[in-house]
């Protein structure tokens, strides 16, 4: 860890960051850079479909879409990377659009200086209210999915009912690791772990699975930080009671653990 002062606004904590090891990077630099310790201990496992004759057919018809619309960092990477190794142009015409700050920077990374995101929000609904995709704007237009499997189907299903068409392109799959949890309840049983970061409801539900209903107790003491009444919801179901909510993003997850902590 970087050597910081202990005047850091989160000197001496350790955070436990759920994020999948690609993704996690990016906020453990920032805890670290406050003081923080980041505990690092994915609770999802991205693994990239390897399907080139169904990218290629894809990228043959890109110029057909009006919107290219990556749910996640992983779908920006991922998907990319699929369709530019069989269509290394992307067309003029096809505007890109994501759900949050972390996607939205992951496009930009890689060339692409306008991205359609909502300013505020980190969810379908936070898309769905921007004027790009009201039944007006979006009547007619087709729209190309590039997500993993499974999730939530609210996005596709409003663009329809709003006279939209659209595809689906799937690039990933999520599952659960095969993580040993001993680790993570060691650091919580001996009092080194003062927080718990959880990005998504799966995410939960893959800790409920990996440590266990009947040991899951033992984490009930941490504050969990979560940026979504869903996510929420589904740590209490799980006996996780001490919800902090957040903004989405990693800037916002930090505010939220300085404020806490302060």
């Known amino acids: ?20 090891a690609a993704q996690a990077e990016n906020l453990c630099r920032l805890l670290e850079a406050a003081g923080a310790s980041a505990f690092r201990f994915p609770l999802l496992e991205i693994v990239p479909v390897v399907d080139p004759a169904a990218f290629a057919a894809l990228a043959a018809r890109l110029d ?21 190794a069989a269509r290394p ?9 994501t759900v949050g700050a972390g996607s939205a920077r992951a496009l930009r990374a890689h060339g ?14 936070a898309v769905l209210a921007l004027a ?15 997500r993993g499997d499974g ?18 392109l799937s ?6 690791p095969a993580t ?41 003491a941490l504050p969990v930080f979560a940026p979504h009444p869903r996510i929420a919801a589904r740590c209490r179901l799980h006996g996780l009671e001490r919800i902090i909510a957040t903004a989405a993003g990693d800037d916002a997850l930090l505010r939220a653990l300085t404020a806490y902590f302060g």
Not at 171 to 176: D, T
């Open 180 to 220: 040993d949890p001993a680790p993570l309840l060691d650091l919580a049983a001996n009092g080194h772990a003062d927080a718990l970061s959880i990005t998504s409801s799966e995410a939960v539900d893959n800790l409920a699975r990996i440590v266990g209903a009947e040991r899951i107790g033992q984490l009930a």
């Open 151 to 168: 999730g939530r189907e609210l996005f596709g299903e409003t663009l329809v009912t709003r006279g939209a068409s659209i595809e689906a």
């Open 64 to 84: 057909e879409f009006d919107f290219a619309f990556f749910v996640s960092p992983n779908a920006v990477e991922h998907g990319l990377a699929g369709l530019r």
């Open 132 to 146: 790009e995709f009201s039944p007006a704007a979006i009547r007619g237009r087709r729209v190309l999915i590039v």
């Open 1 to 20: 860890m970087t050597n910081v002062s202990a005047g850091a606004p989160l000197a001496g904590r350790t955070v436990v960051v759920t994020r999948p």
């Open 112 to 125: 692409f200086a306008e991205v359609v995101a909502p300013e505020e929000g980190g969810d379908s609904e």
């Open 89 to 97: 142009s992307w067309p003029s015409k096809l505007r890109v659009a």
């Open 171 to 176: 690039c990933y799959h999520r599952r659960c």
